[in-house]
């Protein structure tokens, strides 16, 4: 596929649903061109990076995935795990989004490969900005590994 027909997409795995709301306005809001697939908890994101669409196709890589930590049958940190131990996703970026100010949780998530860790700020408009920043760095400045 050559880059001109790349639409990328941002992978968002969020359990709160107030937070992915949130985070697709913010989207929405920034007018940039990335779809944003969301994924409500690790085992439904492990299922995407790792499985196919309807026609049998492997799903495609996204760009960026957001990734919140605490979340029921599969936490972050066990996606980020599986995702780092294969080399289909290995590369791929990964920013964690969480609420958790825990040390372990920072140092768990950057030991275990994630590209930033960042935390979800309590005011909406600190959140859309936050959210927007994130798309234009990882979506249009970053330069993504070759797929």
Not at 83 to 107: H, N
Not at 118 to 147: C, G, H, M
Request: hydrophobic content about 35%; glycine content about 4%; proline content about 5%.
């Amino acid at each position: 596929m050559g880059q001109s027909q790349h639409q990328g997409c941002t992978l968002l795995v969020e359990d709160n649903p107030d937070d992915i709301e949130l985070t697709e306005r913010a989207f929405r809001r920034s007018r940039l061109s990335n779809k944003v697939i969301t994924r409500r908890d690790g085992q439904e994101a492990l299922d995407y990076l790792f499985g196919e669409d309807a026609d049998g196709n492997t799903n495609p890589l996204p760009d960026v995935i957001l990734l919140d930590l605490n979340m029921p049958r599969v936490n972050g940190l066990e996606v980020l795990h599986k995702m780092r131990s294969s080399v289909r996703t290995r590369s791929v970026p990964v920013v964690v989004l969480t609420t958790s100010d825990e040390q372990r949780d920072v140092a768990d998530s950057y030991q275990l490969g994630a590209n930033s860790y960042i935390r979800k700020p309590v005011d909406t408009n600190d959140f859309f900005e936050a959210i927007q920043s994130l798309e234009l760095y990882w979506t249009v400045q970053n330069v993504s590994p070759p797929t």
